[in-house]
């Protein structure tokens, strides 16, 4: 069965301070990680998309990596408005096309001014 | 485009009502999925179509849900009966192409079954 497992649950920065959320991840066959941020009331957020291993992908003040069991999202001098609920999702070979994703349960990031 | 529409914002029912959720995909986008998220679970997929067909159900919990895809600009999920264990966020999403790109998500409807 395909697992997604995120952590911390939760987590509290000052502004400024660096820091790296964890995804491991257990799927036959990986397509593509996906990392999203969710504000509360809101939607999810596309981030990045990651397709193999070694490859990183960088937005402001976000990267994010991977390796063959889990994903990291790096965030460097963190904003207030960084403050929200990352999620990571994996897609699997299913037979060609889109497929849905199996999301973690999300990490909530706190940055204190 | 004004991205994935979904509607209602909020829906407040009764156990034993019927329940239907709306939802209107970025125009151009042949993919459609459904999620349910709630603090216990997570978000969940629950089904998801390709052109307007049904592609993979099996994340529907149980037969008091049906959804249904009649053109490729509206989606509805039907909850019938509804039950308290009904109460969470529903999602609707939408993607184009065959390559993995990325999904994007309405605002939801949260759904209160009391």
């Known amino acids: 069965e395909d697992q997604v497992t995120q952590s911390p649950e939760a987590l509290r920065l000052q502004e400024g301070e660096s820091s790296s959320l964890n995804c491991s991840y257990t799927?036959?066959?990986?397509?593509?990680l996906f990392w999203y941020r969710q504000d509360p009331g809101k939607g999810p957020e596309f981030l990045f998309t990651l397709y193999s291993a070694g490859e990183e992908k960088e937005k402001e003040r976000l990267k994010a990596t991977l390796t063959k069991k889990e994903s990291f999202l790096h965030i460097t001098a963190p904003k207030p408005e960084d403050s929200a609920t990352y999620l990571c999702a994996v897609s699997k070979y299913s037979g060609g096309g889109a497929d849905g994703l199996t999301f973690g349960k999300g990490t909530h990031l706190i940055i204190q001014p | 485009d004004a991205g994935v529409i979904q509607s209602p914002r909020h829906e407040v029912t009764e156990m034993g009502q019927e329940v239907t959720l709306r939802c209107k995909p970025i125009s151009g986008h042949d993919y459609l999925f459904w999620y349910r998220q709630t603090m216990m679970r997570g978000l969940e997929l629950l089904i998801y179509f390709n052109n307007n067909v049904p592609i993979d159900d099996s994340g529907m919990p149980e037969d008091r849900f049906s959804a249904k895809m009649p053109n490729a600009s509206f989606s509805t999920l039907k909850i019938q009966p509804s039950e308290p264990r009904d109460s969470a966020v529903y999602f609707c999403?939408?993607?184009?192409?065959?390559?993995?790109?990325?999904?994007?998500f309405g605002q939801g409807t949260r759904l209160t079954v009391v």
């Open positions: 999403a939408s993607s184009h192409g065959d390559e993995n790109t990325e999904a994007f």
């Open positions: 799927v036959s066959g990986l397509r593509g």
